[in-house]
């Protein structure tokens, strides 16, 4: 199984970025899917995650900004990030939960390699 991130950069404060994650070898419809970041000196924190049916959930620190979608006919996941801060700065990773789970990083089965997003104030 494979995740590849991407969309990453550098944007000014209240800018947007769309991320996707492309997934491969045979998991994706049937399994919740999430992005979570990692900002230097700090633990990996959940932004988004949406279940197989589609019901969402944010982080309080992005709500309203940031919407979290999936395209299972092209196996993708997004996340569409509006009004960007420079706290939103971390490397930023999908991930694949196993099945039956939805949250938690220890319900996480694969994990992607990352993209990098920063926000210049």
């Known amino acids: 199984v494979h995740l590849v991130e991407s969309g990453g950069g550098l944007v000014q404060a209240g800018g947007s970025l769309k991320l996707s994650c492309a997934a491969s070898?045979?998991?994706?419809?049937?399994?919740?899917m999430g992005w979570y970041r990692q900002a230097p000196g700090k633990e990996r924190e959940l932004v988004a995650t949406i279940s197989s049916g589609g019901t969402t959930n944010y982080a309080d620190s992005v709500k309203g900004r940031f919407t979290i979608s999936r395209d299972n006919a092209k196996n993708m996941l997004y996340l569409q990030m509006n009004s960007l801060k420079p706290e939103d700065t971390a490397m930023h990773y999908c991930?694949?939960?196993?099945?039956?789970?939805?949250?938690?990083?220890?319900?996480?089965?694969?994990w992607g390699r990352g993209t990098q997003v920063t926000v210049s104030s």
């Open positions: 991930a694949a939960y196993k099945y039956g789970y939805s949250s938690g990083i220890s319900g996480v089965r694969y």
């Open positions: 070898g045979g998991i994706f419809s049937n399994n919740a």
